[in-house]
């Protein structure tokens, strides 16, 4: 949540995730809200000064304690599937109808305008191929697009 938040707010700023979660699911959301990095907080200390430099240096970091190969991160995030063809404002758009919230909801949160929101709402629609508001909110549970748990 706070990612997207940072991400929405300020697009160029890098956010790196510290967590306590190792699972794939949590790597991915974490990615897809706008992370470029994520190191687990028991592997915390130097690995975090690590991953803050290899993001400055304009790469991605993961945690090796993941177990996760930098082809197989790439392949979660754009495998070419219909999220690769989102934007991350329309990713956040799709995480927050996911999550019930309303249009005007959505355009506070955003700093967007209620029809902005509309426009968005109906542009993932005809992306992503669903004629209504539950198939897209069932789309992005499929893909993991809604917080854990």
Do not use: N, W
């Amino acid at each position: 949540e706070a990612t997207r938040e940072i991400h929405a707010r300020s697009p160029g700023v890098q956010v790196v995730v510290l967590s306590m979660h190792a699972s794939k699911e949590h790597v991915l959301q974490a990615l897809m809200a706008g992370a470029v990095g994520y190191v687990l907080k028991e592997a915390a200390g130097a690995e975090v000064v690590t991953a803050v430099r290899a993001v400055c240096a304009g790469h991605r970091y993961i945690s090796p304690a993941l177990g996760l190969l930098p082809q197989e991160v790439d392949l979660l995030t754009t495998a070419g599937g219909p999220l690769a063809s989102l934007s991350a404002r329309e990713r956040q758009v799709l995480q927050l109808v996911a999550e019930g919230k309303s249009s005007a909801d959505i355009a506070q949160r955003v700093h967007l305008s209620r029809k902005t929101v509309e426009t968005y709402r109906s542009r993932l629609m005809k992306k992503l191929g669903v004629s209504d508001v539950t198939a897209l909110v069932k789309f992005a549970v499929q893909h993991g697009l809604t917080p854990p748990g």
